[in-house]
């Protein structure tokens, strides 16, 4: 499947943005599917998946209560909700799609989009 992402941008602290992340292929709407985040010098870390079918989500303790991702599997889409943006989350995000078909949890990463920069201002 191949991935593409958007709506990256400059926003001031406590603002918020949506991420969104494009599916194409011809099982796309059928992978567990997830956000990562790399700032400079920093390692790439996870930040939030949804199963499949939507059904589960998680996320990293960092941006729990701010952050919400969301699917929908019509648009092939998956969606990250960021609201109360602080200068730390500041980073390139990445979506990644699972490999494996109907997968609930986002372990065996088989596709990464190209990145959508998210800059917070202080």
């Known amino acids: 499947v191949q991935l593409q992402a958007s709506g990256g941008g400059l926003v001031q602290a406590g603002d918020s943005l949506r991420l969104s992340c494009v599916a194409s292929g011809r099982t796309a709407s059928r992978y567990a599917m997830g956000w990562f985040r790399q700032a400079p010098g920093k390692e790439r870390e996870f930040v939030a998946g949804i199963s499949w079918n939507g059904g589960s989500t998680y996320s990293a303790d960092s941006v729990e209560g701010r952050f919400t991702i969301s699917r929908d599997n019509a648009k092939n889409t998956v969606y990250l909700q960021m609201n109360s943006l602080k200068p730390e989350d500041t980073a390139v995000y990445y979506c990644?799609?699972?490999?494996?078909?109907?997968?609930?949890?986002?372990?065996?990463?088989?596709?990464w989009g190209q990145g959508t920069q998210v800059t917070v201002s202080s």
């Open positions: 990644a799609a699972d490999r494996r078909v109907d997968s609930t949890l986002l372990l065996d990463i088989g596709s």
